[in-house]
């Protein structure tokens, strides 16, 4: 046997409901005859795709890492800028490990690893609106603005090139195919067929010892429409193509008898109905003062939404008169039913029992049927305007035990066929990476 290779693939938001009736789904089927299936595993706080991620390659909970929310806490966007470098997680990542190692790694569309200066061997980082947007909309360049492994610039023209030729143009006078938009390259499944095949292609042409790879597909199905829904079970059903796509790839790499193939998830998801914008009724009590054009120009508590939490900020965090009074309308928000909130858990609280820790000083976690919005304008409170549509949305970001469980099948050499454990923690992931790379 040679030296074992190691493949993850995170499909975000895939929970056991998924992949419990496996009767049109024949690959699901055949890995968990073949591997070890892992039920309801436990994730972190907040539920969140970045927060996750980073604590899957670290081990560690938000309150290490510092990807304590998808978004960096900026008061006064509407739009929060994303967490998205590898130099942003604050602790060594199984990327370092496995590089100081000497292992091959690589990364294709995993969260947070963006300009990660030769930390990871063959990178194609996720690739974020603003980053499209300083880019001009060019799809190459906004890659390779975000440090692209050069000698994947081929690679990913190639699969970009591939991907357009399904995609029509919207021009009905012509049957030509169009080149991939910004919009589509950074939208699913579009985004997800770029990043499967250049994943396919590197294991194929490189060869990595260790690549993570993180199709969306089914995390932008439930967003849109809902829980369970038909289109969410055909997004399962294309993830599980991808997976064979990866599979097949390692096969025609030469390295499939000693690859240990992980296909995990990162959360689940609950549904809602309501929106709250808590900037709004925090500008209502005269907590963020804003100018004659509604833009805020000072706060003296400030909210972060992580879609079924937040994350509460009082600016003078040391002045117990002001948080003890924020406290105490949080709390008397939650009794009256007037936020959406469910709970109201101090900072040290949430440091103790979840691990989270930051420059907050509230934890809030919303009612059901309620979601969190960073917004400041408008209704304090509004209904989904999609439910108008016929579309059930759901979100994310809630206390990990809430819910459908995020689920972990292991396959390859180090894996038991058969093998069903009810219970896992996505920290465990760390652990059991460097026991298949032996780092």
């Known amino acids: 046997m040679g030296k074992r290779h190691l493949i993850v693939i995170s499909v975000d938001a895939l929970v056991y409901e998924d992949i419990a009736d496996t009767g049109e789904l024949p690959l699901f089927a055949e890995l968990i005859r073949g591997g070890s299936l892992t039920q309801n595993v436990l994730t972190v706080y907040p539920s969140l795709t970045h927060t996750v991620h980073a604590s899957i390659v670290t081990g560690q909970p938000a309150g290490v890492t510092g990807i304590v929310s998808n978004t960096v806490f900026t008061p006064g966007e509407a739009d929060m800028p994303w967490y998205n470098k590898l130099s942003e997680i604050k602790c060594e990542t199984l990327f370092d490990l496995a590089h100081a190692a000497g292992a091959v790694t690589a990364a294709c569309h995993w969260p947070v690893t963006a300009n990660a200066e030769g930390r990871i061997d063959y990178l194609i980082p996720e690739l974020m609106d603003k980053d499209l947007e300083a880019a001009g909309g060019d799809v190459v360049k906004g890659f390779m603005s975000i440090g692209t492994t050069e000698c994947l610039k081929g690679i990913l ?138 833009e805020v120009t000072d706060w003296e508590v400030y909210s972060q939404s992580c879609d079924l939490s937040a994350l509460i900020y009082v600016k003078r965090p040391l002045d117990e008169e002001l948080t003890g009074r924020v406290g105490g309308m949080l709390e008397k928000w939650a009794e009256e039913g007037k936020a959406g909130i469910e709970s109201v858990m101090p900072a040290r609280e949430a440091e103790l029992v979840y691990g989270l820790k930051g420059d907050f000083s509230f934890v809030i976690e919303a009612a059901e049927g309620f979601c969190f919005s960073d917004e400041w304008k408008g209704e304090a409170i509004y209904e989904n305007p999609l439910e108008a549509e016929g579309l059930g949305h759901s979100a994310h970001g809630h206390r990990p035990e809430k819910g459908p469980q995020p689920v972990m099948i292991g396959f390859g050499p180090d894996f038991e066929p058969g093998k069903v454990t009810d219970g896992g923690n996505v920290l465990e992931y760390f652990g059991l990476f460097r026991r298949i790379l032996g780092i």
């Open 157 to 294: 023209e190639k699969a970009i090139a591939d991907m357009g030729t399904v995609l029509l143009s919207a021009n009905p006078q012509t049957e030509e195919p169009s080149p991939v938009s910004a919009k589509s390259a950074s939208t699913h499944p579009e985004c997800d067929e770029i990043e499967i095949e250049c994943a396919c292609e590197i294991i194929r042409r490189y060869k990595p010892d260790l690549l993570l790879t993180h199709p969306a597909f089914v995390d932008a199905e439930r967003h849109r429409t809902g829980l369970f829904s038909p289109d969410v079970r055909a997004s399962v059903k294309k993830s599980e193509e991808w997976i064979g796509r990866l599979i097949e790839a390692t096969k025609e790499a030469g390295i499939f008898e000693d690859t240990d193939f992980v296909i995990l998830s990162d959360h689940g998801h609950l549904p809602y109905s309501k929106v709250v914008r808590l900037n709004k009724l925090l500008a209502d009590e005269g907590l963020i003062t804003l100018n004659e054009e509604g």
